[in-house]
């Protein structure tokens, strides 16, 4: 909220005017200052001149040739508007003034010869001197109310108070109070204990005449409607003292009746709407909600349809208004308008909040709504737009208002304690110190034995707890002033499980692999890219209700579609050699296990490798490097999988458990990506790589030499070297220390579709030497065993 | 031998051993001067012969002749192998600025590295570290946290919901949604663990934004708690403060000023003094006495302060990163500088 400093102090004297220092208290009261800005003339040498003569241009129909008095000197200028007379006063650029000087290249204002007539100087439009957007005639300072002709020669930014600085406010949603600019000075006089000068409105009325009659349905939907008929109204410009204040808060100036309800919402908070009264059938208003289906032309021409649950002001004939968010065509002041009906009602704020958002109409009355209004200011601002309607309109207010107030809303009590606020805030303030500053605020005190019967004022509706009456002692006091104390808690430690996923990281960054950080969002093309078939678990996927876009519809169930697009943008920018990883959680459709009422989301690592030598052994070493990392046995079943090269695919397992899949992506899902080459991925879910993680404990080491010695098998193709090497594990008893593939050979000693696989195998005993005596049988029966779950032969001999 | 002859043996002997240029011209001389057929040994072979008045003397003489000779050859080894290593050695020369065997070390993404020094900031002073789900019910991302059910934040402009996909009716409180902050797992850990809680809580949030410079539909926040008996405003303060001081430096400075959130009372923002201008770096405030009844702790018996922050600002603010779309694009030339 745009907030003049000019206009803070018709409230209270402020004890400075400096913005910054303004800034700082506002801030530290919890009114975010967003900018400062300066509204100042536009203009340079401009002063306020009177018209002596007024004569038609010899040569000219369109202009006219003027005698302007400058308060010294009477100089000839001519004039092409017709919007005044001899003994106007008006806003005389002198030769040698300068207008729009805050923009880039100000006009210098000159004498010049315009049809056979030197023209020293010019009459000024708002416009021109960037006082609005009127540019049909000139400013007639008299018509405003702005100066006289005891004002001659003066500046004119002077003589009409120009210059002000205006602070953007920003005021959050529990403080619909300070939508205003009294109730910013509210705050300001409780922080500098200065008396608020409030505003008593007051006007002339006329005769007691007939009034309308108001009757509300809904009362939760409107808790107070105050009217109040003018009549006799003229329909012109504000005075440019009122035009300056909307300026400065970057209203445009549009008419009288519409300046004042701007003004006296921007004045007190209060959203103010007018009607053109003549145009309300059978003088009835009538508050209630719509019914769905029933329509109503709002004011910008559009034609609304409203459902059950927005409020209406309606007629005999039907609605006039969506209440608080914005009035119809139909009743709409216009320029011809003589008989006009104020309104400062109270709606139900998220009514309101809901209409205004679903129609996309969030106004400057709106966003008061929303945040609350105090149902007791709408009688002071019923008054204040009548005063100043009839001030500035010459409109005859009837003599008494219309207020339909079922329930009025009567301040409440909260008990507070000594102990409420030492509980939250620490020993200071005291106790005594907080329940005056709490006065400070307008809150009323009654002290009852241990605790004191608060009094909330009617338009601080935030306030209802001790929690809330606690913030505004701490606000008043200053958070600054509160001590800094370290609290530590009981325990610092990760979880097994989340050193393990660190552990992970650190592992795979250290083998070359980045860190990406993908979108949580799929498309259904990204599942097609993969060539996941329909029976595929990722196909089941959740939906998003609202997505941004279709390509990002879908909550992932796997990272590989974020990763690939990854690397596919890198591919796109030259870089070819891609290795990157991601941990993050993706969604199922199942319940959780330790929450049923949500989807189970598990944690996956996946990983995306492109570049000169990858291909599936790149994805299978990092995955042998997790397991041990995780200090897990992980192991490979090859298989054709969905997704991947049918001939280089496994799924990777860890015990009885299916963990995830490492391979090559299918060439055609490479080329989905835009990609070319092999890729090597990885998925794994994480849970069973970290969950419970082991504890380890040291292993005494042997101080005897090994026994080495190798061994060679020629197999068929369909036994996987896994296979070959769990059976020499499982065969070479206690001693053995490891084994380790180390060729695998084809050729002609081989038969077809067999190959040679040599291991290398080392045994080592704890408390003696392995002699040759004590490998020979022990290399025998891991022989006998590969032959015999296998079909392995011996090649060479130990 | 006479003594005098003595002398000019074993100095001819000592030029031969100095005069050799390789180890191989040494083992000759070496053989020549002290091998068996030297007139070294030959002399001490002949000592037996002499008289036994001069035995003593010249036994002597010759022993000390050949312990000199043999330190010779040794010393003229010691220099001749330290030569020829030096010439391997020469030939040996690469260039070692070549970038040769440069091993492998891929980068950390910024976001997860910021978290984890986040959390590491707390967990030193006691702090545990909790996630939670990401598909989050509207309970736990509002209604426990004293959201009104008409507030615009639940709104579908706001917030991400998603379609039903199985047969059950999931209205109101048990909507699903994206947690639009980490701080549903405030609710969730008091309704786990009794008090004292000290934790942090990081982890990915969505909001309907679409893409811009400083706006991301996908975020990352951190969310802290902590309740206990006897936590004032004042051990809120301090620990952000410190929070500051350990993440920006220790010159950091803070600010906090009222603000207003739905699940604290009284509510504040922390400002940080970074780059000559105050900085709003996160929301907290003392534990609003609804959000302990909705998880069942008693509000007369506990009091607590909460805290979140968003993890993308305080790695663009520290790391100065003017656009968001950078945490997301993975594009290597920009992950590669993380550290």
């Known amino acids: 909220m745009k907030v003049p400093i000019g206009w803070l102090a018709d409230f209270i004297d402020l004890p400075t005017r400096d913005p910054y220092e303004l800034e700082r208290i506002l801030v530290s009261l919890g009114h975010e200052v967003e900018g400062i800005e300066e509204f100042g003339p536009s203009f340079d040498g401009v002063v306020v001149g009177r018209v002596e003569e007024v004569r038609p241009h010899p040569d000219a129909d369109r202009i006219r040739f003027c005698r302007v008095d400058d308060g010294t000197v009477t100089r000839d200028v001519v004039c092409g508007a017709w919007n005044f007379e001899a003994g106007a006063v008006i806003a005389y650029a002198k030769a040698g003034s300068r207008l729009g000087t805050n923009m880039d290249q100000p006009l210098e204002v000159g004498s010049r010869k315009i049809r056979g007539i030197v023209s020293h100087g010019m009459i000024a439009s708002a416009r021109e001197l960037g006082l609005g957007d009127d540019h049909d005639g000139i400013m007639v300072l008299n018509d405003l109310g702005a100066a006289t002709v005891d004002d001659l020669g003066r500046p004119l930014e002077e003589v009409i108070g120009l210059g002000d600085v205006v602070l953007d406010v920003s005021i959050t949603t529990n403080r619909g109070d300070c939508m205003g600019i009294r109730g910013l000075a509210r705050e300001l006089a409780a922080y500098w204990q200065v008396p608020l000068r409030d505003i008593s409105p007051s006007f002339p009325t006329g005769p007691e005449t007939s009034a309308f009659e108001v009757s509300i349905i809904d009362v939760e939907a409107c808790p107070r409607f105050v009217a109040h008929q003018l009549d006799d109204v003229r329909i012109g410009p504000s005075p440019l003292w009122m035009q300056l204040r909307l300026l400065a808060i970057g209203q445009r100036p549009i008419s009288n009746v519409v300046d004042v309800s701007n003004y006296v919402m921007w004045e007190l908070g209060h959203p103010i709407h007018t009607f053109d009264a003549d145009t309300i059938s059978g003088r009835q208003v009538i508050i209630r909600r719509a019914e769905e289906g029933e329509k109503l032309e709002t004011l910008d021409g559009v034609e609304r349809a409203l459902l059950a649950g927005d409020i209406l002001v309606t007629d005999p004939s039907g609605p006039i208004a969506l209440a608080g968010v914005m009035g119809g065509a139909f009743t709409e002041v216009s320029e011809t308008t003589t008989s006009v009906l104020v309104e400062a009602a109270n709606w139900h704020p998220p009514s309101i909040l809901a209409t205004s958002w679903r129609l996309g109409l969030r106004s400057e009355a709106s966003a008061r709504f929303e945040r609350g209004v105090d149902p007791n200011l709408s009688a002071l601002a019923t008054a204040r737009t009548v005063e100043l309607v009839a001030l500035t309109s010459g409109g005859v207010p009837r003599s008494r208002a219309v207020d339909c107030y079922p329930i009025p809303r009567r301040p409440w009590t909260v008990d507070l304690t000594a102990r409420d606020v030492s509980r939250l805030l620490g020993p200071a303030p005291s106790f005594g110190d907080a329940l005056s500053l709490l006065e400070r605020l307008g809150f009323g005190m009654d002290r009852d034995g241990r605790s004191t019967r608060v009094t909330v004022p009617t338009h601080r509706a935030d306030v209802t707890r001790p929690a809330d009456l606690v913030e505004e002692i701490a606000r008043l006091h200053g958070y600054d002033r509160f001590p800094d104390l370290v609290r530590h808690g009981r325990r610092g430690g990760l979880t097994p499980e989340q050193l393990a996923v660190r552990r992970l990281r650190e592992a795979l960054v250290g083998a070359g692999l980045t860190e990406a950080q993908t979108l949580s969002f799929i498309g259904q093309d990204d599942l097609d890219a993969l060539g996941l078939p329909c029976e595929d678990s990722r196909r089941v996927t959740i939906r998003v209700k609202n997505p941004l876009r279709e390509e990002e519809a879908i909550l992932r169930t796997t990272l590989l579609p974020g990763l690939m697009g990854a690397m596919s943008r890198n591919a796109a920018r030259g870089l070819k050699s891609v290795r990157l990883f991601e941990t993050g959680r993706v969604f199922t459709a199942r319940d959780d296990p330790d929450d049923p009422r949500i989807p189970f989301q598990p944690f996956h690592l996946a990983m995306v490798l492109s570049g000169p030598g990858v291909d599936a052994f790149a994805a299978t070493g990092l995955v042998d490097l997790l397991a041990r990392v995780a200090d897990r046995r992980l192991e490979l079943r090859q298989e054709s999988l969905p997704g991947l090269h049918p001939g280089r695919g496994a799924v990777v397992t860890c015990g009885a458990n299916d963990i995830g899949m490492v391979g090559e992506l299918h060439p055609a899902a490479v080329r989905k990506f835009g990609l070319e080459g092999r890729v090597a991925v990885a998925e794994i879910g994480l849970g069973p790589l970290v969950s419970g993680s082991p504890s380890w404990v040291l292993e005494d080491v042997s101080a005897y030499p090994p026994m080495v010695f190798d061994l060679a098998f020629v197999l068929a193709d369909t036994v996987p070297a896994g296979r070959l090497l769990e059976v020499v594990e499982g065969s070479a008893g206690r001693h053995l220390e490891s084994v380790e593939l180390f060729d695998e050979f084809r050729g002609a000693s081989i038969p077809d579709y067999h190959r040679s696989l040599a291991v290398r195998i080392t045994l080592r005993a704890m408390d003696h030497t392995i002699s040759d005596e004590e490998a020979a049988p022990i290399g025998r029966g891991i022989a006998a065993a590969v032959a015999d779950r296998l079909g392995g032969v011996l090649r060479g001999s130990m | ?339």
């Open chain 2, 1 to 339: 031998m006479e003594l005098e002859r003595l002398a000019g043996v074993v100095g001819d002997a000592r030029a031969r051993i100095g005069a050799a240029s390789d180890l191989a011209e040494l083992a000759a001389a070496e053989s020549e001067t002290l091998g068996r057929r030297s007139e070294i040994a030959v002399a001490r072979r002949g000592i037996g012969r002499l008289a036994p008045d001069r035995r003593r003397e010249v036994g002597r003489a010759i022993n000390e002749a050949v312990g000199t000779l043999t330190a010779a050859v040794e010393d003229r080894r010691s220099v001749l192998q330290t030569e020829a290593e030096n010439a391997l050695l020469e030939q040996d020369r690469v260039d070692l600025t070549l970038p040769y065997g440069r091993p492998a070390r891929g980068t950390h993404h910024l976001l997860t590295r910021t978290m984890e020094d986040v959390c590491d900031v707390f967990r030193a002073i006691g702090y545990e570290v909790a996630e939670g789900p990401e598909l989050e019910l509207a309970w736990y991302n509002f209604d426990a946290l004293n959201t009104p059910p008409t507030h615009p934040s639940r709104f579908e402009s706001d917030t991400m919901y998603v379609e039903p996909f199985d047969d059950r009716e999931r209205g109101g409180p048990d909507e699903l949604l994206l947690r639009t902050q980490t701080s549903p797992m405030q609710a969730r850990f008091m309704e786990k663990n009794p008090p004292p809680v000290y934790v942090v809580v990081p982890g990915r949030v969505f909001r309907t934004d679409t893409w811009d410079a400083t706006h991301s539909p996908v975020f990352h926040q951190i969310e802290g708690l902590a309740v206990d008996s006897d936590i004032t405003f004042g051990d809120l303060k301090g620990t952000l403060a410190h929070f500051a001081r350990e993440f920006f430096g220790v010159s950091a400075r803070t600010r906090f000023v009222p603000h207003f959130f739905p699940f604290t009372e009284p509510s504040a923002e922390m400002l940080v003094w970074f780059n000559d201008e105050w900085l709003e770096m996160l929301g907290c405030g003392m534990v609003d006495p609804n959000v302990f009844e909705a998880v069942g702790y008693d509000p007369e018996e506990v009091t607590g302060f909460a805290f979140g922050m968003g993890v993308e600002r305080l790695a663009m603010v520290r790391h100065g990163i003017t656009d968001i779309r950078h945490f997301y694009d993975s594009d290597l030339r920009v992950l590669g500088q993380f550290r």
